[in-house]
Nanobody, 124 residues
Framework: QVQLVESGGGLVQAGGSLRLSCAASGRTFSDKAMGWFRQGPGKEREFVAG????????YYADAVKGRFFIFADNAKNTVYLQMNSLKPEDTAVYYC?????????????????WGQGTQVTVSS
């Protein structure tokens, strides 16, 4: 069974940090770029960060650049999102996803495998 399982969400005060994990299983993911998306209350799901397994190239949304960092552990088949200097506007359900291409992309329709999401709440 192909699946992505996120963990690490929770409640944190503004300025704090959280690390999200995404464990991939059920198939090889080396041919699929990985990404994190988020969906805040009443908002569209938006791209946060993406990475490819092979070269470690990463790409970030402007809203999180310099605060969030995406990295992958190939041996564990796990992708992480380190979130620092969190703001209340970062509050959302965060989703891990695998793309149908190997290069990093922010295009949501390119992602065809999704996790169930993990809630991140940042209090002011």
């Amino acid at each position: 069974q192909v699946q992505l399982v996120e963990s690490g969400g929770g409640l944190v005060q503004a300025g704090g940090s959280l690390r999200l994990s995404c464990a991939a299983s059920g198939r090889t993911f080396s041919d699929k770029a990985m990404g994190w998306f988020r969906q805040g209350p009443g908002k569209e799901r938006e791209f946060v960060a993406g990475i490819n397994w092979s070269g470690g190239n990463a790409y970030y949304a402007d809203a999180v650049k310099g605060r969030f960092f995406i990295f992958a552990d190939n041996a564990k088949n796990t992708v992480y999102l380190q979130m620092n200097s969190l703001k209340p506007e970062d509050t959302a359900v965060y989703y891990c996803a695998a793309a149908n291409v190997a290069w990093v992309t922010a295009v949501k329709v390119r992602y065809d495998i999704w996790g169930q999401g993990t809630q991140v709440t940042v209090s002011s």
